[in-house]
């Protein structure tokens, strides 16, 4: 991570009061909404209310690991409705096609709220990979970030995937 990157989510960690704790066991949602992490993935920050959010780090062990931040982030949203829940996965996806350098890829699953794309951040092209519910009156976002090619290789990408997949296997039941 660079020194400008590293020291605004330090800065937002310290004066957003966040946590950063170790991952594994997650509840959220006055505890009707589960999921568990890898344990090697750490939680960078936490914001209760609503919208409620979990971001956790996922380490990436090559030195390209220094200028980019894999993470995976679960947003809870009180809604009232399926229309309400349709209306927050709009929104959340004009926002991404507004993300620089946005374009669409393949999704990996037949589901219609399953969404997979690349964009840059800070001129690192990104993959992208985006899953909505509805689950007991809550729009509930799970968004899987990693650089598109890390020095760790293919190996690193497929653990980070198969890890947003457990997630997003027991946010989907």
């Known amino acids: 991570m660079n020194f400008r990157r590293y020291m605004i989510v330090t800065t937002a960690l310290l004066l957003g009061g966040f946590t950063v704790a170790q991952a594994d066991d997650v509840s959220m949602a006055s505890g009707s909404v589960h999921f568990s992490t890898p344990s ?19 380490p990436d062990p090559s030195p390209s690991a220094s200028t980019t931040l894999a993470r995976v982030s679960v947003t809870v949203k009180q809604v009232t409705n399926l229309q309400d829940f349709n209306d927050y996965v709009g929104g959340a996806v004009a926002k991404a096609k507004q993300l620089k350098d ?37 729009a509930i976002q799970l968004r899987c970030a990693r650089p598109s090619a890390s020095e760790a290789g293919q190996q690193w990408a497929a653990t980070f995937d198969k890890g947003c997949s457990s997630i997003a296997s027991t946010l989907g039941t």
Do not use: C, K, L
Not at 40 to 58: A, C, K, L, S, Y
Not at 111 to 120: H, I, L
């Open 102 to 138: 946005y374009q669409p890829g393949q999704s990996r699953s037949s589901d219609q709220n399953s969404f997979v794309y690349t964009a840059s951040e800070s001129g690192t092209p990104y993959t992208y990979i985006e899953r909505y519910w509805f689950h007991d009156g809550h």
């Open 40 to 58: 090697n993935w750490v939680g960078i920050m936490q914001v209760d209310g609503d919208p409620e959010v979990r971001v956790f780090q996922v």
